[in-house]
């Protein structure tokens, strides 16, 4: 069982940056990789950016050469630089283990974190 807990959102103004953060709790041995996912109201759910556990991460092409994703140890993280007015939406993330990604097999994807990009 693995419990993640998403952090960092927040208001931003075009141009300026937000680093998301998502801690993993539980039996973190069963996670390959982990991912975040976001949603914007009236849109479908995007896969934004997966980091494999000892591999390299990719990126959506709407967010190539702005966002970066990390990971450190327990913990997933999502660098976010140059944000555009559509990228607001709610990020989530996820983690994949044998049986794949567990916030989308089960469709409960939880608070999330805010983002906001506004003048």
């Known amino acids: 069982q693995v419990q993640l807990v998403e952090s960092g959102g927040g208001l931003v103004q075009p141009g300026g940056s937000l680093r998301l953060s998502c801690s993993a709790s539980g039996t973190i041995s069963w996670i390959y990789g982990m991912g975040w996912y976001r949603q914007a109201p009236g849109k479908q759910r995007e896969l934004v950016a997966v980091?494999?556990?000892?591999?390299t991460s990719t990126i959506s092409d709407s967010v190539k050469g702005r966002f970066t994703i990390s990971g450190d140890g327990a913990n997933a993280y999502l660098q976010m630089n140059s944000l555009k007015p559509e990228d607001t939406a709610g990020y989530y993330c996820?983690?994949?283990?044998?049986?794949?990604?567990?916030?989308?097999?089960?469709?409960?994807w939880g608070q999330g974190t805010q983002v906001t990009v506004s003048s």
């Open positions: 996820d983690a994949y283990t044998n049986t794949g990604w567990g916030k989308r097999r089960s469709d409960y």
């Open positions: 980091l494999p556990k000892g591999g």
